[in-house]
């Protein structure tokens, strides 16, 4: 690919950046839907005979573009749940229930029934539950309409004296909440989930590597299922606690960032927390989340929050245009031709079948009352089972794993990857905006 072109690419992404969430805001399309169509456009054009779009050669390539915006868009979600996580009150465990439950459920189910459908189909064992693990997390970053907005914070002309060095939810009066829990939900379970597939993803190369389950299994259950998750949630917890208080409460004024305004702390807490994590062993994904939180929850309704969010979510948002265009270049050059009828069922199958199956169990066996923080009504729990959007944290795993075993069905899983993203911007992208409207209008209509 020459510079020259790479300048129009980044150009043009960077325009449509910035004028497409204004433009399509009252339209049932979404930024994703324009991109990837777009992108296919350009793919049937006559490109640079250098130009390379096959994902088995530019695998390295694709494999960091997408971990770095995955980690930006997962410092954006930390930052933007207003609702609190005291880890030793049992009411906030509560109020995070649907999340526990599109983990801890849906998630496993939905990995389960991709991989043996897959497998049913005929894949091997390791690469059907690589399919599985990769397709399971919903994504971060494309599922920005049916997420949370932002922090919902105090505006620097109302900081005054108000707010309490504690950094008590009450300091400003009215406490800081969600007040959608179908937001809330697929927002905080599309923070967690990312990081949390990787476990599954590492067992289908381990999987692939030995030939079958062995000796490995036991050392993946304690170190890969458990060991690394809690090195992650530490590392997070850690490192936003330390760049909080020097931001907040450091002793130097030079030190207190909040009263500066500088935004870019956020960059830096996602990529020293991500490094920190990973040498130690950690999942990084989760790190960098839980350092989000961390870092929201000291002050919460300092509006230096909202400076932090507003410039991750400026980058994440370039760069999922970026990667949108490609991919959709991709599809018209090469990366679907493996796709055949095995492929697109699963893509079908999980977007209407599967993962809504997952979600309605998860949020509907016992479900907590739909008047109490984490509960959800019928319609609430069937439109948080339904938008589990699959996108770049898919593309993601699948080159990782790649990188790690070589597959004898890559082709066909970068296929059936890239299909089931492009069905699931459609689908989700149409649907998103009239449900979402409808939740509003109906959750406005009971409220005293």
């Not at 020097?246 to 870019?264: D, I, K, N, T, V």
Request: charged share 20%; proline share 4%; with cysteine.
């Amino acid at each position: 690919m020459s510079i020259n072109l790479i300048y129009l690419i980044a150009g043009a992404a960077m325009f449509l950046a910035a004028v497409l969430p204004t433009v399509l805001d009252r339209y049932a399309v979404s930024a994703a839907m324009v991109l990837l169509v777009l992108g296919m456009g350009i793919g049937l054009l006559p490109l640079p005979e250098g130009m390379r779009l096959d994902p088995l050669l530019i695998r390295p390539q694709v494999e960091r573009i997408t971990e770095f915006t995955i980690l930006v868009a997962l410092m954006g979600v930390g930052l933007a749940i207003d609702r609190s996580f005291e880890w030793r009150r049992r009411a906030a465990w509560a109020s995070w229930s649907s999340t526990w439950r599109l983990l801890a459920v849906a998630m496993p189910l939905t990995i389960a029934s991709v991989a043996l459908l897959g497998w049913g189909l005929g894949l091997a064992p390791a690469a059907a539950l690589l399919l599985g693990a990769a397709l399971s997390p919903t994504d971060p970053v494309l599922a920005s309409d049916v997420q949370v907005e932002g922090p919902r914070v105090e505006s620097p002309d109302d900081a005054g004296e108000a707010r309490h060095d504690s950094g008590d939810d009450e300091a400003l009066g009215e406490p800081v909440d969600e007040k959608d829990d179908v937001r809330f939900a697929l927002t905080s379970e599309a923070g967690l989930n990312d990081g949390l597939a990787f476990p599954f993803v590492t067992a289908a190369v381990l999987l692939a590597s030995a030939g079958g389950a062995g000796s490995w299994v036991a050392g993946w259950l304690a170190w890969d299922l458990v060991g690394k998750i809690a090195v992650g949630v530490v590392v997070g917890v850690a490192v936003g606690w330390g760049l909080a208080r020097l931001a907040f409460r450091s002793p130097r004024r030079s030190l207190r960032l909040a009263e500066q305004g500088e935004p870019l702390l956020a960059l830096a807490a996602l990529v020293l927390t991500y490094g920190a994590s990973q040498l130690l062993g950690g999942y990084g994904f989760v790190s960098v989340f839980t350092c989000g939180l961390t870092l929201r929850a000291a002050e919460r309704n300092h509006h230096y929050h909202r400076s932090m969010h507003e410039v991750v979510q400026r980058l994440e948002r370039l760069l999922t245009l970026i990667i949108l265009l490609m991919l959709g270049m991709a599809m018209t050059k090469g990366v679907l031709d493996q796709l055949d009828w095995r492929g697109v069922l699963i893509a079908l199958s999980l977007v209407f079948v599967l993962r809504p199956l997952a979600g309605w169990v998860s949020l509907r066996v016992r479900p907590r009352r739909d008047d109490l923080p984490g509960g959800m009504s019928r319609n609430e729990a069937l439109a948080t089972a339904f938008f589990g959007v699959r996108g770049i944290g898919s593309l993601y795993y699948l080159a990782f794993a790649a990188g790690e075993h070589s597959f004898v069905e890559e082709r066909w899983l970068w296929s059936t990857t890239a299909f089931t993203i492009l069905v699931s911007v459609m689908v989700h992208g149409v649907l998103a905006t009239p449900v979402m409207r409808h939740l509003d209008r109906r959750r406005d209509a009971v409220a005293p």
